[in-house]
Nanobody, 118 residues
Framework: QVQLVESGGGLVQAGGSLRLSCAAS????????MGWHRQAPGKQREWVAR???????NYADSVKGRFTISRDNAKNTVYLQMNSLKPEDTAVYYC????????????WGQGTQVTVSS
């Protein structure tokens, strides 16, 4: 089992920045990919960014150039630095941890609210 706890959400004006953190614990040896997803009101949950155990990084086109994912292995923490925020970035942001082996399993955090005012 893996537990994920997000923090760092809040209210920010358009153009501002926030940094989200995701503290992971449990059976982290089984985790290959850490990532962030988000869900805006009335919309489907969407993928935002991911970082693999080999430090390969990918971003959704909607956040590329504005968001940066990183991690601190010593702290088992993943970060999402969000710059140049837009009102359309308003959503609940979820941290995820993927175990990719014989079978696939994704763990989810409880989510943290990010609200960007115009």
């Amino acid at each position: 089992q893996v537990q994920l706890v997000e923090s760092g959400g809040g209210l920010v004006q358009a153009g501002g920045s926030l940094r989200l953190s995701c503290a992971a614990s449990g059976s982290m040896f089984s985790i290959n990919v850490m990532g962030w997803h988000r869900q805006a009101p009335g919309k489907q949950r969407e993928w935002v960014a991911r970082i693999t155990s080999a430090d390969s990084i990918n971003y959704a086109d909607s956040v590329k150039g504005r968001f940066t994912i990183s991690r601190d292995n010593a702290k088992n923490t993943v970060y999402l630095q969000m710059n140049s925020l837009k009102p359309e970035d308003t959503a609940v942001y979820y941290c995820t941890a993927d175990s990719i082996g014989v079978s696939f399993r994704r763990y989810w955090g409880q989510g943290t609210q990010v609200t960007v005012s115009s």
